[in-house]
């Protein structure tokens, strides 16, 4: 559901929706945890290798990326959004993976990915 069909609803369904969000938020980061967990698992099972990059080859790749990323900004201002409205969902995706890799640390909640 988007932003503008939460808005239309009623206050009282947004409230028992939001509870029910709430309630389920660490559930399902455990739940997706596990699927990837799961996949990662069937992949090596089957001849896959995982291969964890350096803090330096992890940079290399980022850099490599920002065309990709520029392509994506450019795209979505081309259609109204401002440069400013997608940096910020960028950022917020960011801080968001750093804020759930603290939480799986602090919680001891197991992962598909070394850190």
Same mark, same amino acid.
């Given at each position: ?55 330096? !080859?992890?940079?290399? *790749?980022? &850099? ?8 994506? /900004?450019?795209?979505?201002?081309? %259609?109204?959004?401002?440069?400013? !409205?997608?940096?910020? *969902?960028? &950022? ?8 759930? /890799?603290?939480?799986?640390?602090? %919680? ?8």
């Amino acid at each position: 559901m988007n932003k503008q069909k939460f808005n239309s609803l009623p206050p009282d369904i947004q409230k028992e929706l939001t509870g029910f969000s709430q309630a389920f938020i660490e559930r399902w980061a455990v739940e997706w945890n596990a699927i990837d967990i799961e996949g990662r698992e069937f992949f090596k099972a089957n001849g896959g290798q995982v291969l964890n990059l350096s803090d330096a !080859e992890a940079a290399r *790749w980022v &850099k490599a990326s920002e065309p990709v990323v520029a392509g994506f /900004k450019k795209d979505l201002t081309s %259609k109204g959004y401002t440069e400013k !409205e997608v940096d910020s *969902w960028l &950022k917020f995706i960011q801080e968001r993976i750093q804020y759930w /890799k603290g939480q799986e640390k602090a %919680k001891k909640i197991p992962t598909a990915y070394e850190y």
